[in-house]
């Protein structure tokens, strides 16, 4: 029984890192923010990490490109959103 919670506690662990990066990678290194798979994951973050990923966005795309979904301002979807 032990064995199982251990190898079920590693693959929480396990994925919880995969997707941590992926998001990551979205918010920081990516050449566009319109990826689908960055978008997706962002809509499942808390709000704290969904704050710091649109900041992130925002300081390396403002002014150069509409805000992504999940980052639109909500009063006017062409501005970003103040956290």
């Avoid at 960055?38 to 509409?66: E, N, S």
């Avoid at 805000?67 to 103040?82: E, I, Y």
Wanted: net charge positive.
């Amino acid at each position: 029984m032990r064995k199982i919670a251990l190898i079920t506690v590693l693959a929480v662990v396990a994925l919880a890192g995969l997707v941590g990066m992926r998001y990551r990678a979205w918010a920081v290194d990516a050449a566009s923010p319109f990826d689908e798979v960055g978008i997706g994951l962002h809509a499942y973050m808390p709000a704290p990490v969904q704050a710091w990923g649109c900041g992130q966005l925002q300081k390396r795309f403002d002014g150069k490109t509409l805000p992504p979904h999940g980052c639109q301002a909500l009063a006017d979807p062409r501005k970003w959103r103040s956290w």
